[in-house]
């Protein structure tokens, strides 16, 4: 996979890990697979760990052209970076629409969203919700967890994004910091 095709796949994941790392989450946690893909067949992607202290995306399978780990950490700055390897780091500031779905705020980039169901999803009961109204695409679907207050599945444009074997509980807050001698380009 390219680079641009690897970071718009970390993007939209990020969407789905939003939830968990924002300054003041009062979520328990969690760590978990991101599976994705369309139409039925998903591929796991990347290793998630969401806690009080930030996000970080480790992918399965890192692209000798892309990056290899993702950190966010918004109690620090509203930022995040993306870590092209582990000696070099792109630091970037979140859009206002990133920063309410990392507050928890999910579809809040949409203009409407409604209530469509409930459904148990990676054995975890979820809430469906129908966004629509968005400026940049297509309506989505989000199956929301009001425990872990994290989305667990999401559609949009028949991409569909779900984490699988969910552990709950903090991560390690260390898993966040900055790896030892990263440099940061800006």
């Known amino acids: 996979m390219r680079y641009i095709e ?10 789905i890990a939003g939830g968990a790392h924002a300054a003041g989450y009062e979520g328990p ?5 991101i599976y994705m893909g369309y139409q039925g067949t998903l591929h796991p992607m990347m290793r998630v760990y969401l806690g009080s202290s930030g996000s970080r995306l480790e992918p399965f399978n890192p692209a000798e052209d892309g990056p ?20 070099r780091a792109y630091k970037s500031w979140m859009e206002e629409d990133e920063l309410a779905t ?12 409604s209530k469509a169901g409930a459904e148990t999803v990676s054995g975890r009961k979820t809430e469906i919700w129908k966004c629509s109204g968005a400026a940049d695409g297509p309506d989505q679907v989000v199956w929301w967890d009001p425990v872990l207050k994290a989305e667990i599945r999401k559609t949009r444009a028949g991409l569909v994004i779900e984490l699988r074997n969910i552990k709950v509980g903090q991560p390690d807050p260390h898993l966040f910091d900055l790896p030892a001698g990263v440099r940061i380009i800006n």
């Open 68 to 87: 290899d780990l993702y950190i966010a950490r918004l109690s620090d700055g509203a930022h995040f970076e993306i870590f092209l390897d582990r000696r």
């Open 6 to 15: 690897r970071l718009s796949v970390i993007f939209a994941v990020c969407a």
């Open 102 to 113: 990392a507050r928890g705020e999910f579809c809040s980039d949409f203009a409407t969203r």
């Open 29 to 33: 946690g969690l760590t978990a697979d």
